[in-house]
């Protein structure tokens, strides 16, 4: 009975409607905004970010990609299309004719970077990549490895330089390292 | 002829400084709603446009005036540009009987003025609710000529809230009515002066205040503000009845929401929290020894009593979600109604008792 008569003391006395505007004066008091006023100040952002892809290139500046159609293969949203030639006068040495990106269908998994054997395509840290036509996101290689170069200025020694015990291949026999015994 | 011509220019020159300020303080509406919301939400508002988004009420003028004015296909267009006008002028026409200040006259070449009140109509507070009446018809056929099944449903949604609620403000109203035996808001008004305990909330014989807590609600179910924004309820019906209007029209509508946000506040100070009286008898000006300045002081309380209930709406906007259609025409008619009926019962019987010397 008395608990019937407080719920109905509260019915009458918005009792409920007065605790939520207690609850938002008291933020309008003590007012501490989570806001980040976005072009002005940026937030940091975490170190495995995943933002625009890009083509890397070795110290002296040749391509790293080999044209093996890998991320190709890996991404699942069909974004990538690699057309793979060999390097002219090197018949053993393969590399990407041209290379698309749709980043319209771009879903920034990384998968792609995963699977590229020779670690040509890296995860920049840019995200303002709105543009007023679509067709802009359509990026071919020259773009993509423009990309690669304003976010990756420090390049990768040449496979051949590098130490014995990374991964490589299509590398012409006649630069193979001498693996240590 | 002179005579004739002195009063016209006068009360167009008061219409013109009431218009002003009401459409200065729907600008300043705008901004003040975003930025306290924001503020109870631990966000920011407007921050853009001038320091601290404080042009932000002109750049949005500037844009909705600015826009393309599309006539939707298979509208019917005459009233399809009617029913913005029809919103908007009800809700700016109320003002002319609004006291905002002391019942002064004022002798100016020979004839006398009232200088803070357009017209001191007899029937001010029905002349009022008159008048917004009619703004429901706005509403409804901008619904309905907008030819989209949105605007329809918040324009049906609209009438039946605005209707029910409308008269829940009136029956409230009734109470002050009996006990200032008057129906001029100034008259109202002046029975209230000399210190809060002679406001119509807290008067004598039989204090208001459920009267005052049915238009409260009523008034915010009327003027389609949250949580009775049903016909607006931009998760169900995109933007009810305003969903097709652009530009300039909907600023219309937007103007006119805001400025019946203004009258009923207004109403409400003058009806229950006692117009220009300040809560003390007499005024602070007036005891210093300048009465001729009280004025200053009283039409400062006017607004603060305003700016005050203004303010109710957007906390309540802040804090609450949106009612349930069944719900709030059970509210209205079935808890609103039985009180307002029962404060008239109760007043007129605190009245007889206790009559006015």
């Known amino acids: 009975m008395a608990m019937k008569f407080k719920a109905w003391l509260k019915t009458i006395t918005f009792y409920e409607i007065l605790v939520g505007m207690k609850a938002t004066l008291k933020h309008l008091l003590h007012y501490r905004p989570i806001t980040l006023q976005y072009p002005h100040e940026k937030r940091t952002l975490p170190d495995s970010y995943r933002g625009m892809l890009a083509l890397l290139r070795y110290d002296d500046g040749t391509e790293k990609c080999v044209g093996c159609d890998l991320c190709e293969a890996a991404c699942p949203s069909r974004v990538i299309r690699v057309i793979s030639s060999e390097v002219p006068g090197e018949p053993t040495k393969r590399y990407a004719k041209e290379y698309y990106m749709d980043m319209t269908r771009c879903l920034f998994c990384g998968l792609c970077v995963d699977a590229c054997p020779v670690d040509a395509l890296g995860m920049t840290r840019e995200y303002e990549w709105a543009v007023y036509d679509k067709r802009q996101l359509l990026l071919s290689k020259p773009q993509l490895l423009a990309i690669g170069d304003r976010s990756f200025p420090v390049r990768e020694k040449r496979l051949e330089l590098q130490h014995p015990n990374v991964a490589f291949f299509n590398v012409a026999f006649k630069f193979m390292p001498p693996k240590e015994s | ?357």
């Open chain 2, 1 to 357: 002829m002179f005579e004739l011509g002195v009063k016209v220019a006068f009360s167009l020159a008061q219409i013109g400084v009431v218009f002003g300020i009401v459409l200065l303080t729907v600008m300043f509406l705008t901004l003040a709603e975003r930025k306290v919301i924001a503020w109870m939400q631990d966000r920011m508002g407007p921050m853009e446009v001038g320091p601290y988004g404080i042009l932000q009420p002109i750049a949005d003028g500037l844009k909705l005036f600015f826009k393309e004015d599309i006539v939707p296909a298979g509208a019917n267009r005459f009233l399809f540009s009617l029913a913005p006008i029809l919103a908007l002028v009800p809700a700016l026409i109320g003002f002319a009987v609004i006291p905002f200040g002391p019942n002064l006259t004022v002798e100016l070449f020979g004839i006398q003025f009232k200088p803070f009140v357009i017209s001191d109509v007899n029937i001010g507070i029905l002349y009022i609710l008159a008048f917004t009446s009619i703004g429901a018809y706005g509403i409804i056929l901008g619904g309905w000529a907008s030819n989209s099944k949105y605007s329809l449903l918040g324009g049906l949604r609209a009438a039946a809230q605005v209707i029910s609620y409308e008269l829940n403000v009136g029956l409230a109203i009734v109470g002050v009515l009996l006990l200032a035996g008057s129906l001029s808001l100034v008259k109202i008004t002046e029975a209230q002066a000399g210190g809060f305990w002679h406001w119509y909330i807290f008067a004598f014989p039989f204090p208001q205040i459920f009267a005052f807590v049915v238009y409260v609600i009523s008034a915010v179910a009327e003027t389609n503000r949250v949580p009775f924004d049903l016909p607006e309820a931009e998760s169900e019906l995109v933007a009810g009845f305003f969903t097709e209007y652009s530009g300039m029209r909907f600023a219309f509508f937007f103007i006119a929401e805001y400025a019946n946000m203004i009258l009923v506040s207004c109403i409400a100070a003058a009806l229950f929290l006692g117009g220009w009286n300040a809560p003390y008898p007499g005024t602070l000006i007036g005891h210093l020894g300048f009465p001729h300045f009280a004025w200053i002081e009283q039409v400062v309380w006017f607004a603060a009593k305003v700016y005050c209930f203004l303010f109710l709406f957007f906390w309540l906007r802040a804090t609450l979600p949106r009612l349930r259609y069944d719900q709030l025409m059970r509210f209205g008619w079935k808890v609103m109604l039985p009180i307002a009926l029962g404060n008239i019962l109760v007043t007129s019987i605190a009245a007889y008792l206790f009559p006015k010397s």
